[in-house]
């Protein structure tokens, strides 16, 4: 069977699916392995429960010739298919990458974009070989844009789903310190989130670049179209205002969409709105529209969620971290004005042999300003030279927390997805 045959029985199914858990009626069965998984042993259990086909890689497990698909490769082929169905699609589809703010950026575009347009967008932060091409195959042909998310954590990842979406606008939302593993230095996180701008260039994209970064002007230069936006000396300028903990933005380039109140913490989340402000007006969303949506976007899934607990204020930003957003949201917390400050901060990880220097320079940031209490948790926290509690885990300083029994306190917890910080508030 050829992938156009293949397109055939796709048109005619609701969908694919990789999980026989959420598998509907006729849908397509995409048998995917990995180190600790065989998706072909679940192939027959699929065609029992509905399945229009099983595509299989595995020749033990090709029993059903009529509803099975025999492949070298099922996460190629899936690929493959979803390359088919984004050249039938005649639309705007902007990728969003880049170290941090990636899905806080593409929620906030999406929810814009989509109070004018048929939108689809990356569901939650499946941005990676397999969330990108699903997130394509879930596109409607009554789609009017798509909002694609590209995570990576080596190179030429980039430009393999670029191959894949082929998208026409991009957005690189900041370059630091993330995942050193895998790139080897920051100066290789900046060559990996480029392949995107790369991608663009080659094929007269439009990017939407922040210029409160200078590397990301520079990296623009010879894409066909680029549009700025920042604070001053942009196409889209705006300002952030502090209110508290929650984040403010007044436009001032548009006065049609006016000052916004978010429901983000945090001034580092300023790029992320203005993003969405000159994309929401670049699509000729209007302004009024522009700010209900991002006013009413609410941040889930422990991204910069401000949660009133009794008389306590807590930042839970605890779905990941790295050396830039660990400094990012810690200058934030200095700035908010409250007699007590709290900080239970996770390790961070992927930093391959740089992993102690940073933790410890984070250390040294930290001691430049007086809190009630700190606390660090786990990994290579316990390697460094720090005047602050210690504990192993995020169920340790759960417990501690607990203990404490604060009021009228602001409390700021951040980590790596892997420590699980959000647990110090008993979820």
Aim: proline share 4%; net charge negative; charged share 20%.
């Amino acid at each position: 069977m050829s992938i156009d045959e293949l397109y055939s029985i796709y048109r005619q199914s609701p969908g694919v699916q990789t999980d026989t858990r959420k598998l509907k009626p006729n849908d397509i069965f995409f048998a995917l392995k990995g180190p600790n998984f065989n998706g072909n042993t679940y192939a027959e259990t699929a065609l029992d429960m509905g399945a229009a086909i099983a595509v299989i890689d595995d020749k033990a497990y090709y029993t059903r010739p009529d509803k099975m698909m025999l492949v070298e490769d099922v996460l190629h082929t899936l690929q493959e298919l979803a390359l088919w169905h984004r050249m039938q699609l005649n639309i705007p589809i902007l990728a969003i990458t880049g170290t941090n703010g990636k899905t806080t950026t593409k929620e906030l575009v999406s929810t814009v974009l989509a109070s004018t347009y048929k939108t689809i967008a990356t569901v939650g932060n499946l941005n990676n070989h397999i969330g990108v091409p699903l997130t394509l195959l879930s596109i409607p042909p009554d789609t009017e844009i798509a909002v694609i998310e590209m995570g990576a954590n080596h190179q030429l990842e980039i430009e393999s789903y670029c191959r894949i979406a082929r998208p026409t606008h991009g957005i690189i939302t900041n370059i630091g310190k993330a995942h050193l593993e895998g790139f080897g230095s920051e100066e290789g996180v900046r060559k990996a989130k480029g392949e995107l701008y790369d991608f663009l260039r080659d094929h007269d994209g439009s990017v939407f670049v922040c210029n409160s970064y200078p590397y990301l002007l520079e990296m623009s230069e010879g894409i066909m179209e680029v549009i700025t936006y920042g604070e001053a000396d942009a196409d889209c300028t705006g300002q952030p205002l502090a209110t508290s903990a929650l984040l403010g933005v007044k436009v001032t380039s548009d006065d049609t969409v006016g000052t916004l109140q978010t429901q983000l913490t945090g001034a580092y989340n300023f790029p992320n709105v203005m993003a969405a402000v000159t994309v929401g007006l670049y699509f000729n969303v209007p302004g009024a529209r522009i700010k209900e949506a991002i006013e009413r976007y609410v941040p889930s899934n422990n991204r910069s969620q401000v949660i009133k607990q009794d008389s306590n204020t807590v930042i839970m930003d605890a779905y990941n971290a790295n050396p830039s957003s660990m400094r990012a949201a810690i200058e934030n917390f200095t700035g908010i004005e409250a007699d007590k400050k709290v900080l239970l901060l996770g390790a961070m990880m992927e930093l391959g042999p740089d992993s102690v220097k940073e933790h410890q320079a984070l250390v040294d940031l930290l001691q430049r300003t007086h809190w009630h209490a700190v606390v660090l948790v786990g990994g290579d926290f316990s390697k460094v030279q720090h005047p602050y509690l210690f504990l192993e885990n995020a169920a340790a300083a759960a417990q501690w927390l607990q203990q404490q029994q604060f009021t009228d306190t602001y409390i700021l917890v951040k980590g790596s997805r892997s420590i699980g910080m959000e647990k110090v508030l008993g979820n």
